[in-house]
C-alpha cells in the first residue's frame, strides 16, 4: 500500500513547479498538516483511561458532507443505549456519554479527520500535471483514512468501517463511500443516538 505521504509529495511537487488552479492553498496546506487527520481526537480514543475492556469495539464513519468536508467519525459499538449496566460498556460510561452527545450536536469529540473541501474538479486535459496533483490529493486523503484505519486496529477492535474508493467521472473525482456498518449506525440511531450533523 503506498502511503499518503507519497501522494503529498507528488501533489506537492506539481504544485511548486506551478499553479494548479483546482487545487486550493488551503487543501495543499491540510495534506501537509496529516490530510486532516486530528492527533488529539486520535489520542483520546486511544488513551486507556477511557477504556474500560482490554479492546474495545468501536464502528467508524467516513463521508463528505453537504457543505464539500470529509469527516471521520467513531462511536462505540456498545453504548449505553446498548448496553443493561455499566458494566457492559466498554469505554468509561462519562467517555460514551459524551461520544454520544456530540453525534447528536456534530461535535467534534468523536472526530478523526476533518478534510475541508477535497477536490473534486478535473482539469480538462488527461494529461495535465495538474490532474496528476488533484488525484493525488484525491488518493493521499484515501490512503491516510486507510492508514488511520490500520493505526485504530492495532490498537481497538473495529467492528465496521465505511470503505471508500476514488474514480473519475466527467471531469470530476468521486468519492465512493460503501455500505459497511451502515446498518450498524442505523440501529444505534434507533436506540436513540441522534444521526450526526454531518
Known sequence: MTNSKHFLQVATSI?????VPELSTGCLIQARDGFGELPESVGVLLDRKNWTAA?????????INRKNFFGVRWVPTVGTY??????????????VREVEMAEGIGSSVNLLVWFREPPVILPSSRASSSRTAVLSIAAGLKARYEELLDQLRKHLSVTSATTLAISTDNGRVEYQFGREGRAEYADSVAKGLTAPNW
Do not use: W
Open 15 to 19: 504544485a511548486d513547479a506551478g499553479a
Open 55 to 63: 479492546k474495545p469495539q468501536i464502528r467508524v464513519f467516513a463521508t
Open 82 to 95: 446498548d448496553a443493561r449496566a455499566k458494566a457492559d460498556l466498554e469505554f468509561d460510561h462519562y467517555f
